[in-house]
């Protein structure tokens, strides 16, 4: 499909769009399309519920694409040559530089999805779940349709009528505002396959109004998921936002180290108050994080790593790392003590590597292929001596200690990456930010 303002108008629907690869012209891939970005010229009116005048649509002016490291980049829809159902191409020409949004941009799949409008045939109200943008002969392309599902109009709480869709022009339809809640179960939908990581990049580069609406329509593990690769002051905003019970939940679903990392940034009274409202056995493992002073062994520390006693066999073993709660970090190893098998356990007597694990028979039992020469390291060791420690030995988890040889938990060498990095290391070349994870110990 040519670019050229002598082509026929062509019609096309963002959510058949998102995902799908954008090459330059010798076909090298250059990333996948993630959002279009419209000016507010031709929103204004139709938020203060006027109707849009005829010719006055919102204009669109790129696409945000997604490259190598899921930097998002913008490419003006000058440099896009093509679009069909299966492919994007470009010129080819692509400036790297992270995108910013003007505060003149509005993006269509991460505000104008899921928004609320009210139809001027009188029907009612309708939720936009797709969004049609048509090239005009002179080369612009502009936004022309919405696809709407109705809502209820029978509660003050609105929900959405199933199967009720309809197709109406852009000048059919008023628009909330900003301020008024907005859905996010497109939105959510659409990344229901992205990684934790990428979730978190494409909220934290929204206002905080969405990030929240986004966050209350996930899932409590996913939410705890996205929350631990979100920077500090995004994490605070979401979780101030959420009731406290849900809070409290989500707390639980996350990792004990990270949870204690966002609670040191509340105030004392909100994280007690957490902190009561969490499973006792939940709260108890933050709380022994929370005693550590910053900088030890013991402040980034996970202290639920698998722990079996040497009576158990390779087959037990294998079947708690294959448990898909575990991180691949944390399940390069077992430990191995006394009972009891809770931190703080009995004496602690080695490590078995997933390694050696998938090299013995699945009866032998794990005490008989113990790691005793890497040493465990104690729970008030600096940083330094920790990475010193993971350096010498190649390990990517070390078991911690206390004074009484108790095991108390493990670190991993993401943990020690990410302490001893710079504090701008999250940043790209040309300064902006990519993310941030707050840490106690930055």
Known sequence: MSNSKFS??????????????????????LGR???????????????????????SEPIVVGIIVEVLGKKRVFMPMTRVRSIDASQIISTGLVNLRRFEQRNSETLIVGELFDRRVRLLDGSGDAVIEDVAIE???????GVTELFVSRVSSSSSTWRRRSKETLIVDWDEALLSTDV?????????????????????????????????????????????????ELPAEDQVQILSHLDDERAAQVLEEMEPDDAADLLIELDDTQREKLLELMEPDEADDVRRLLEYDEGTAGSLMNPVPIILSPEATVAEALAHIRAEEIP??????????RPPLETPTGKYLGLVHMQKLLRVPPSEPIGHILDTDTEPVSDQA?????ARVLATYDL??????????????????????????????????????VRKVGRRFA
Do not use: C
């Not at 944390?330 to 191995?336: D, K, L, Q, T």
């Open 135 to 141: 090239q005009r002969r002179n080369g612009d392309w």
């Open 180 to 228: 008024e809640p907005q859905a996010a179960t497109a939105f959510v939908a659409n990344h229901e396959n992205s990684k934790p990581a990428d979730l978190a990049d494409a909220i934290h580069e929204m206002s905080d109004k969405r990030m929240v609406e986004i966050a209350a329509e996930l899932q409590d593990e996913r939410l705890a998921d996205v929350l631990q």
């Open 396 to 433: 990517t988890i070390v078991p911690i200690v206390n004074e009484s040889h108790r095991l108390v938990g493990a670190v991993t060498i993401d943990d020690v990456l990410d302490a001893l990095l710079p504090e701008d290391w999250r940043t790209y070349d040309d300064g902006t930010p």
């Open 382 to 386: 600096s940083l330094e001596e920790l």
């Open 33 to 55: 399309l993630r959002d279009v970005v419209v000016l507010k010229r031709g929103l204004g009116a139709s938020i203060a519920g006027a109707r849009p005048a005829k010719g």
């Open 8 to 29: 026929t108008p062509s019609k096309i629907y963002i959510a058949r769009l998102l995902g799908l690869d954008v090459f330059d012209p010798f076909g090298d891939r």
């Open 328 to 337: 691949p970090a944390m399940a390069a190893a077992v430990m191995v003590t």
